[in-house]
């Protein structure tokens, strides 16, 4: 993908495109946009949670920039996010309606969540399981500190105050949210049975969009793993592997979302990593929106460790890539295999960055943990 | 580098049970300094002794089958052959205007032997900056302005349809010729291609077209190929030509050719089309030489290091070797013949050999002196001429479309008779018939053999298995070194931060207050990723300069200089000095930024060698020992002891030889003495880099030179 979206940078900068690019350019700044309000609502979470917990003096939190801004800055000036723009992919608008929903969700935005998700699932189909952090989010509110530590903490303090609680999960808005999620894709269902019918309707949507992405027909060379995968393997396996490489994505759905309910909107970063990784056809778009929003958690990721390697070898895959796909496509004296040890690659960074990701993020909760806990016992010693 | 890196790491933490191979990650960070030393030493072994490692060629093509049949080339087509280059000679002597009558004879005579003839006017194009002409597809050219009628070239194609082909692939034979100044040397290839030529639009095997390109060489011979390969590979359909053609009264001269040939009705002004292509032979006969022996010279290199298919090298080789009786030679680097310490180290490898075969007769690599020698200096050349990223001929513009293709150039035995020109005509024109007839046999486009190689003779090469050795030994140290920095400069990070940090959490400080300790390295990386920025932009200066019109090379050489320093001084002043205020505070701020430095080093040695190996093992050379030695020089005054003060001298030595300038002119210096030496020769250099398109020109702007600034950036620092 990256070395196409090369060539066409190359060979794309005339008037006629402009208006298309327009409309992708403005989709990526409203997308910085939501991604900053975003991140302000969960900056407000995350200090309300530390002064309930008492520890504002203990931890810094970074002054400079707000980590709201952060998140934006990074989507926004992201080479991969420039790259998708302008190549003119569809992705920043696939993008676009994932944040929208997380958007929603944080600010209790019911009707908005339940759009985004809708118009996310319809477009790449992979947001659908965005619903169970949209629905932590919506039952229980931003990222906080697991509620095991709030109710030690006043337990130890011996006066309750349930106004520094966070609340407990509640129903109602989550049936707001089917309510609106069942109005919202009736309604674009509907619509797209009304434009699609000369063109054999509604069920050849689902076959020729779903069904694409889910049976991987396309096997054109791409920064993911799948295509070469299922160019080599024979006919008779294709579908035991096919239901192998996505149930792969479901297996991990339930631990995380166990291990992380707490903090949901965490979850939704960790499950669009790994989506991005793991879809059928995937573009630097989709590692543009999970590196956007890490920024969201550039306090509790402040130890993360491997982050110079992790920069170095995105750094250094992302150039090898378009020049390995050269050298195997333009000049011929390379092979697929050029090329798919680059995509090896990333997709292994990949892993090591939401590995590294959820533990730094588990440390800081044990970090947490530890300071609520420990520090009366280092009072009394 | 994820595995080294992985294990640094971890380092940080002390646990109770280390796993084996982190023990080894942590062991070899720990001693880096050792591990870098050997790393390096044994890098530079290896890449001498590649002469030794190489290997004999083989056929991997089984298809090719060279030589299996009998020469069918007899003296008739030489005949014919030498009547063609009588008649250039003759019509040489006339000396028509435009040199149109030498076009017009050869196309008669493509005509008389059934074959169809066409002609390809094209213009000169001035060669165009363009950087990332590497990444594109080879486009269809700027649209012409208006040039005048004196500036066309005209080529001649002759193409013989397959009787037993589809017309799907074609053979293509290149003979450059000057019409204006031909030699008898251009005009013996002209008789060779066409006593082949005559043969083949006779016999019944050919299951390809065969295309001859009289290519124009009057504004060189790479130009003329070129254009007619674009023109080939990327059809036109508006009627640009016709218009050209009546603007342009000479050129209709050619078009009588219609109605007076009698066999005519093939002749057309159209661009004429074969099928794709095989392989491209350029044949060249160089009139003046001294050889004591017919002589076959082989010119591989395209742009940008690319070699043709290593088989098409052994078919000839073969051919001309086994079958034709020729000698084959690649080019060499002369002064490398007669050093004596290359001398030396062959005959310590001979001994060595020597010993070996002794104490087991299976091991066989052993190779004499001479040899070594010889190999080595192939092997330099071979290195020198990929690292120029220039193409040594017109093949060259062949590669850039994917096709095989290679110059032979024939230095005849010195002697001046007539026997003697049919004697090459018929050898050389076997040779060819030879190679289109295993071409011929083809089924799938070369793909056997090796793409990736170095030639050490031309019956021995090292294949990119082994010398990729040599290189990855060479960089092996730079994440090593990098990540040992780094853990270095965070752990001490670490420490001054517990210390300064109150004493209420002192039990385990690193695990209670939140730091942002594992993202230090921002500071550098931003350091590092400006100086690549103002790389950039110093390599894209030259672009300005050349707009300039009647500029010395000297004096744009001094422009080139000032401007850069300009841009540097602004880019410090606008971005970086709020940064400096911000490094006060770290103390070990320069291994961090020599950490970023290295691995940025890396990325960009690594990505090179992968676009063309030779620039990335050159600029290894340069590069690996600047990046590990640097060190403030201020804290090698203040330590004070020898080796230091040693430290000290080879980082102001190594800092000196690293700068691209300066390298230069001393590679120049060794090869050529230093008398011819000037600054201008250096702009030309940079100049003919660019204006080839060469890789290597984006790898000194964008790698190596921001590599030694930062270098000397270190070494000033202040800590």
Redesign the interface.
Known sequence: MV?LC??RF?DRLQLRELKDSLIIFCTDVFSAMLIRATGQNLRLAYLFSLESLDLVK???V?EILSSGDIAALIYLWNPFTIVACVGLSTSPVENMAVILCLYGACSRLIPLAAFGWVIATHLSLYPAILIIPVIFLLGCGPDAPPRKLFLQRHQQEEVLNQSKLPLGFSWRPIIHFAFWALLWSVYVLVLCGISLKQFGGIWEMFKSTYGFILTVEDLSPNIGVLWYFFAEVFDFFRNFFLIVFHVNIIFMILPLAIRLCHRPCFLAFVYIAIFSMLKSYPSVGDSALYLGLLGWFV?EL????????L???Y??VS??S???H??WI????GNAN?YFATAMVYA?LQIILVVEGVSAMLN?DR?LR??TT?KPR?AKS | MADTKEKSESNEKPKPRIRPIVRLGIFLIAHSFLVSVVCCTAGVLALFLLPVLAKNTYISENALMPGSASPMLANQHVLEGNRLVNDLTSSNLKSSETGIESQRIIARYMLDLGAEASIHKFHRQLNHFHPLHFFSSPDSGIIEENYSCSSYGINTVGIIRAPRGDGKEAIVLVTPYNALKSGLGEALSIGIAYSVFSLLSQVTWLAKDIIWLVADSRYGEYAAVSAWLRDYQTPKFSSLSTLDAEMCPDIDNLYDLKVNSITGSKFSSSFKRAGTMAAALVLKVRNKSDQFEDTISIYAEASNGQMPNLDLINVVNYLAVHRQGLHVKVEKLWSLLNSSWLKILGEIFESLGKVAKSLNPKWKFGITATEYVEGTATLASSLYYQALGLPTGPHGAFRDYQIDAITLEILPKFSSDKVRHSDILLRGGRLIEGVIRSVNNLLEKFHQSFFLYLLTSPSKFVSVGVYMIAFALLIAPLPIVAASLYVDASSLGNCSKSDKSTPSASLDTDEHSITIGSWMWLNSAKLVFLVHLWGAIVSLIPYVICQIPDCTPTTSFMIWVLLSMLSFLTLYSVLASPLSCAKASQEKEWALVKSVTISSVFIGLGLMSVINFATAEIGALLMVPMCLLARPLKLDVRAGTLRSFSRMIGNLVLGLIAFPPAAFFLLKGMLDGFGSVNVGAFWIWVESLWAWNSATYLFIGMVHLPCWVLCIHILLHTC
């Open positions: 070395p090369y060539c190359l203990q931890i810094e970074s306090n402040a130890d993360m460790q491997f982050s110079f390697f920069f170095c070898g750094f250094g150039l090898l378009p020049v390995m050269n050298l333009w000049r011929g004296t050029f292994c800081h970090k530890n300071l420990g280092d």
